[in-house]
């Protein structure tokens, strides 16, 4: 077939999956406004200064981006795609020619897209609070890419296979249970003895301890953390590369 | 000839233990409007959607474009930039407005028509802010109408495009049709609709209860000849009427009150009846002569199956 090659179908969806993302108020008040108003009052209020010390921004801030990150790409878009899949939207575009891996590539493209911007405003926040950034804040770009896309490879696995009222349950649940065992806002050291030792091998206990290696302590993030959130990208590809269905 | 846009064979179409089509087979000839009728239920819908690859077949062959469609469903990405498909349950985001949701789908097909031209030839203002959501059912189906369209498809199929419509949107997607027919794209649609049928169909094909009952042009599903049919009491003792008529001529109630003559129209047995009415008070309004009507022939046809 000559034309539209793959490539270019896959930038079109992700900029109409981008375009209605940021026309929905909801969402931005989730991708936006919710992780500014969060590291505004993790930061400022006493709230956690016994786990977050001094200096409670750097922690702050590391926490606020590792909860975006898995509110944008993995519960938000879970949810949305589960209900274009209930709409019967999901049912046409895979009449077209559009492929499913294309669709899948492009949802994910157009997340990441709006964590890049959503990451920028807590980012400039965070400066403006004072944060300064050290030479290991370069890690936060490739690990915030690194996150996103494991966490959206599992948010279309959930969204491609459960009913979408299923999806909306499952996919908040599976929030709080990723934000709380992963020690993403109560530090996995203050967690009770088993849920510390598994925290580093949930993808949001990877996440939040690589970002904060990187963000405060000014250190490259350890090996196992990026291991751990490749190896839950990669099987969560697998998954829903198999389990999505576009009815 | 050359090879049939849709070849359909023995198609067996399952939901759990209950079959949807149990046997259908039918060819949809290229460059011509093939019409798929017959009842709610009797799998017009599921055959779509297996022809274009969004349900699997339980068993028999379904041919696109001289390529065959694997069992399992799917469509191979080659087909899908020459299908195009206005499905009847879903197919539009709600939150988008019609234009820039043409737009993006014409943006996956490489030679894509004029999505604001094809719009407005559907009675869609292109400009409109509204968002699908808010547009009326029949403004929305208009819409999914466009989209099935707007990537220059060499066969689409369209189940119940018409559906919903008023006599605008149903000559507006009559038009585009004739034109898609003019073009040399082939159509497969279905409706309720006997009107659409006459007007568009080349080729019928009736199903009833997921098998083909008859199929052919309208032509030759109404027949040539012209018949008889009267109205009077339901139920009535005809045995005086029907001695009178030539031999092997019956009178069927086709439906409650309303009778056919089962010959070729003729000015004898027009006058026995007239005759007959006379005698038993029966008014003639009700006197008709002239061909069957096209939605009799399939409310017989389909109704045979129950």
């Not at chain 1, 991708?31 to 922690?59: E, H, K, N, W």
């Not at chain 1, 209900?83 to 997340?111: D, I, V």
């Not at chain 2, 599921?46 to 469509?75: D, H, K, M, Y």
Request: aromatic share 4%; glycine share 10%; hydrophobic share 50%.
């Amino acid at each position: 077939m000559s034309g539209v090659s793959a490539g270019s179908r896959v930038a079109s969806q992700a900029r109409w999956e981008a375009r209605l993302l940021l026309r929905n108020g909801e969402q931005l008040l989730l991708t936006f406004l919710i992780p500014v108003g969060l590291l505004l009052g993790l930061s400022l209020t006493s709230l956690m200064s016994d786990a977050y010390g001094d200096d409670r921004t750097p922690q702050a801030l590391a926490t606020v981006l590792t909860v975006s990150v898995i509110s944008a790409a993995f519960t938000s878009l879970a949810i949305a795609t589960g209900f274009e899949r209930r709409s019967g939207a999901l049912r046409f575009l895979g009449t077209t020619p559009l492929s499913r891996a294309e669709l899948l590539g492009g949802k994910a493209l157009a997340t990441l897209g709006v964590t890049v911007l959503s990451s920028a405003a807590v980012l400039l926040t965070a400066v403006a609070l004072g944060w300064r950034p050290t030479p290991a804040a370069t890690w936060i770009a490739p690990l915030l890419l690194l996150g996103t896309a494991a966490f959206a490879a599992w948010g279309l696995a959930l969204a491609g296979a459960l009913r979408a009222e299923a999806v909306l349950a499952v996919a908040n649940g599976l929030f709080l249970v990723l934000i709380l065992f992963g020690g993403v806002i109560v530090p996995a050291a203050s967690l009770p003895g088993p849920l510390a030792s598994l925290a580093p091998w949930l993808p949001s206990g990877a996440l939040a301890e690589a970002l904060t290696a990187a963000v405060v302590d000014g250190a490259a993030p350890p090996t196992t953390a990026i291991a751990v959130l490749g190896a839950w990208l990669a099987v969560g590809a697998a998954v829903s590369a198999r389990t999505f269905r576009w009815s | 000839m050359p090879a049939p846009a849709v070849r359909v064979r023995d198609l067996v179409v399952r939901y759990g233990s209950r079959s949807a089509v149990a046997g259908l087979t039918f060819e949809a000839q290229a460059g011509e409007v093939t019409a798929l009728v017959g009842p709610n239920g009797a799998g017009k819908t599921s055959t779509v959607e297996t022809c274009v690859g969004l349900r699997s077949a339980a068993s028999g062959s379904v041919e696109i474009l001289g390529i065959r469609q694997p069992a399992e469903g799917g469509v191979a990405g080659a087909l899908r930039s020459n299908v195009g498909v206005m499905l009847q349950d879903g197919g539009l985001y709600p939150t988008a407005r019609p234009l820039e949701l043409a737009r993006h789908i014409a943006s996956l097909y490489a030679d894509p028509d004029d999505p604001e031209r094809l719009l407005a030839a559907l009675g869609v203002d292109p400009g409109t802010r509204t968002t699908i959501r808010r547009l009326s059912g029949g403004e929305q189906q208009r819409v999914k109408c466009a989209l099935a369209l707007v990537g220059r498809p060499r066969l689409v199929f369209l189940d119940e495009p018409t559906a919903g419509l008023d006599t605008s949107g149903r000559r507006a997607v009559h038009d585009l049709i004739a034109g898609l027919r003019a073009g040399g794209t082939s159509v497969v649609l279905t409706t309720h609709l006997m009107d659409d049928v006459e007007r568009l169909a080349d080729h019928v094909v009736v199903i009833s209860r997921g098998r083909d009952v008859s199929r052919g042009s309208v032509a030759d599903l109404v027949g040539d000849d012209d018949t008889i049919a009267f109205s009077g009491p339901v139920n009535a003792d005809l045995r005086d009427l029907v001695g009178v008529l030539p031999d092997g001529c019956r009178i069927e109630e086709d439906r409650p009150g309303r009778y056919r003559v089962s010959a070729a129209a003729d000015p004898m047995i027009l006058s026995a009846i007239a005759a007959w009415c006379a005698q038993h008070g029966v008014r003639t309004s009700g006197l008709t002569v002239g061909r069957r009507s096209l939605e009799d022939v399939v409310l017989e046809l389909t109704e045979g199956q129950e």
